[in-house]
């Protein structure tokens, strides 16, 4: 592998070590010791990519977000049909299988720590500009223009609430719950 | 004032403390030296209500929890409009003053916690098989009791998304979009 590459992938790696360990211990938990016990490295590699901890679960957090964005553009270039483009985007927003719940958990610790944290609740304004934008124009090929920033903040909002009781308790009765009134509100479109 | 009253009393200041000091700092910066501080007395004395930060930081979470339903209950008590009872009741589930807004921050927090830890999930399952109930009652007074579970669950999911996204960025602007986005869903029922 060139050296960059290598780089880059190992990065990678200790992210997603991060998300494991963030998702089962939260942020207070969260310690380079232990993400370098999950990614089968020692502290000091950790360290040769990352300037700490802080850093670490910066990097994570707006990685998870990066990376359930990359696979609802996938979805919103794939699918041909308007009204199962728009449910299959918010299912992937979801945290309806062990990936999409990790990424849920990372997200939850995220917001608590953008509660007392102005850089990190910027991040967060942006990864919603983003999230709404995409929504709205989904909602847009559905319904028409007219409200689609409206919808678009509600369906947001909707999903924000249905994630956090399914994440917290991700049984199958909670999923089918979540999926059933997402299918409710876009047929209410 | 009698003993049992005192003692109650001052467990709630200690409780009180710890909502400032869980909402600017988070649970990872919640130590029982700055409640102290927060509430001008020693940690010997919080050691005396308490059996640790844990148990303070879970009583504080609960009791923030239980402020805002006897709040909700009064509302509910009290206005004869069905509508406005309805929307009076959700607006005070939002982070829309001072005094909500770190209630708001707890219970990001609180989430955040319960995400790696099964006995606050349960908690928190508790209390919003309350908050959904209630909602279901106020929403069939307004639209008849035909799917009045299923527009609780989607109401209790968009003021969650709604409260999340003030609570990090309590502007007037996201204040007034929570209150329009809430409007505009009731008067969908």
């Not at 994570?60 to 990066?66: H, I, K, Q, T």
């Not at 299912?91 to 990424?103: F, M, Q, T, V």
């Not at 689609?148 to 049984?171: E, F, K, Y």
């Amino acid at each position: 592998m060139p050296k960059q590459v290598d780089h880059e992938a190992r990065r990678r790696e200790l992210v997603e070590a991060s998300w494991d360990v963030i998702a089962r211990e939260g942020i207070e938990g969260t310690t380079l010791r232990k993400v370098a016990a999950a990614a089968d490295c020692t502290t000091g590699r950790i360290a040769h990519y990352f300037s700490g901890r802080d850093e670490l679960i910066r990097l994570a957090l707006r990685a998870a977000n990066s990376a359930a964005g990359k696979r609802m553009v996938e979805i919103a270039k794939t699918e041909s049909n308007a009204h199962e483009r728009l449910r299959r985007v918010v299912y992937e927003g979801l945290p309806l299988d062990a990936a999409r719940l990790r990424e849920w958990k990372v997200w939850i610790v995220f917001w608590a720590a953008a509660a007392s944290n102005d850089d990190l609740a910027r991040e967060n304004v942006r990864r919603y500009k983003e999230w709404q934008r995409l929504l709205s124009k989904l909602i847009s090929d559905v319904s028409g223009p007219d409200d689609a920033d409206v919808h678009a903040l509600t369906l947001v909002s909707l999903v924000d609430g249905l994630g956090i009781r399914t994440a917290l308790v991700p049984s199958k009765s909670n999923r089918s719950l979540a999926r059933a009134t997402v299918d409710n509100w876009i047929a209410g479109l």
